[in-house]
Nanobody, 121 residues
């Protein structure tokens, strides 16, 4: 069993900052890619940022230059530093991880419960 627990969401004014954290725990052998997705009401879930185990990153065009994704492999944790926040960033943010629970077993996707980020004046 694998759990992803997110924290750090909340209310912030435009131009402000938030730092999201997501810690994976349970039956973990290894973790490959990790990422952050978000979903606003009436819209599809979209990839915000992703990071490989080796540290290669990918960002949505809308957040480039403002958000930074990072990870601590020893702690099975991924972070999303969000700066210069805009109202359009308002959404539920979900953590995702590709996890191998035992040696030689296939990777499986796991998701966090979601954390609300609201950007409003």
């Amino acid at each position: 069993q694998v759990q992803l627990v997110e924290s750090g969401g909340g209310l912030v004014q435009p131009g402000g900052s938030l730092r999201l954290s997501c810690a994976a725990s349970g039956s973990i052998f290894s973790i490959n890619n990790m990422g952050w997705y978000r979903q606003a009401p009436g819209k599809e879930r979209e990839l915000v940022a992703a990071i490989t185990r080796g540290g290669n990153t990918n960002y949505a065009d809308s957040v480039k230059g403002r958000f930074t994704i990072s990870r601590d492999n020893a702690k099975n944790t991924v972070y999303l530093q969000m700066n210069s926040l805009k109202p359009d960033d308002t959404a539920v943010y979900y953590c995702n991880a590709e996890v191998r629970t035992r040696s030689l077993m296939p990777l499986r996707d796991y998701w966090g419960q979601g954390t609300q980020v609201t950007v409003s004046s």
